[in-house]
């Protein structure tokens, strides 16, 4: 009874404002799926980012079901027929149609299959080429590592677009050529970025001593290496998303993209751009397109960025856990301070 009764006691005689910094850490802390729904609703900007992605990837999947009209049918009597909210619009066709009649809204919903397609592909090739070379130039260094960075660095000088341009114009323009000359164009940042990282993390004590016990290069990668690569590789591969939706659409628009009858967000752009006087909308909402979705992805790389990288999450998990407790000592102020009197 006495030990009950002092025990009792001294966890009265607990400061009120460590159970209110335990009770905070413990509310902050995020936990599994539901952490980290709640991390990204916190951010508001990433959260219309991961919405607007989640959409491109649901109308990407369900086109055919989704999009009212076949993207290539043709309708020359339908030509040019403004959006349902402009004069002479119809809603037979939401978004109108572009010269030769086709339906706007399917050729939207079908663009962003490509282009999700191509950003995929590209991010996945280029991605695991660069990071093996990077992983092998860091880890053995020496001339291994001169001879691999010199080549990286002579393909860097090169004007990407323009080689990407050389390219298609000999081998001839296609999805597949697209898909192939841009993860040709774009593995040499993966190298350099990986590469810089291996060196940091090569010199570190547990990767010495992961070495002295005779464990082989792969464990070592694997187990020692390839985790300090996923916060940078995860945003760079995101921010790289982005930009190979932008180079397919301007290779697109140039004319060695993709090719009718498929469709693009490019291409459409390039179709329209000689009616922009008379039909705003054949240029607007395919460029509209592409400028949400690069918007939307740079909003999650920021997100992204943060939330996997340690010590940008101790600094956003001090903050909210000081806010917590702020609001707290605030509501319990107003609770014990007196009514002034009538």
């Keep these: 009874m006495v030990d009950q009764s002092a025990e009792n006691t001294a966890a009265s005689e607990t400061p009120s404002h460590e159970t209110d910094a335990a009770t905070a850490i413990a509310a902050a802390t995020p936990g599994g799926s539901a952490g980290f729904l ?17 959409l491109l990837v649901f109308m990407a999947v369900f086109a055919p079901l989704l999009a009212p009209y076949d993207p290539a ?50 991010v996945a090739l280029a991605g695991a080429f660069g990071v093996a070379i990077g992983l092998v130039a860091g880890y053995f260094g020496g001339r291994v590592d001169a001879a691999l960075m010199r080549f990286v ?29 841009l993860a040709l164009n774009g593995w040499m940042v993966y190298a350099r970025m990986t590469r810089g990282i291996v060196l940091s993390v090569r010199q570190l004590p547990y990767v010495d001593a992961a070495e002295m016990v005779g464990s082989r290069f792969g464990r070592v990668i694997g187990l020692h290496i390839l985790p ?67 918007l939307a992805i740079n909003l999650v790389a920021s997100w992204a960025r943060v939330t996997s990288d ?18 707290r000592q605030h509501r319990r102020a107003a609770v014990r301070s007196p009514e002034p009197a009538e």
């Design 228 to 294: 300090n690569l996923i916060s940078p590789l995860l945003t760079l591969g995101i921010l790289e998303f982005a930009r190979i939706v932008l180079a397919e659409a301007a290779l697109s628009f140039l004319g060695l993209g993709i090719q009718p009858p498929a469709t693009s967000w490019g291409l459409d752009v390039a179709s329209g751009k000689d009616y922009l006087f008379i039909a705003w909308w054949l240029v607007t909402l395919p460029g509209l397109a592409i400028a949400i979705t690069v």
């Design 38 to 54: 709640r991390e990204l609703w916190a951010d508001k900007p990433a959260f219309f980012g991961m919405v607007v992605l989640l």
């Design 73 to 122: 049918d043709q309708s020359l009597r339908d030509r040019l027929v403004p959006p349902v909210w402009q004069e002479g619009g119809s809603w037979a066709h939401v978004l109108g149609t572009d010269h030769l009649g086709r339906d706007m809204l399917s050729r939207i919903i079908y663009g962003a299959r490509i282009s999700l397609v191509v950003g995929v592909a590209v």
């Design 310 to 327: 340690p010590q940008e999450r101790e600094k956003r998990f001090a903050r909210s856990v000081a806010a917590r407790l702020r609001r």
């Design 153 to 181: 660095d002579t393909l860097i000088a090169f004007p990407g677009l323009l080689l990407a341009l050389v390219i298609l114009a000999v081998i001839g323009p296609s999805i597949t050529t697209v898909i192939i000359v």
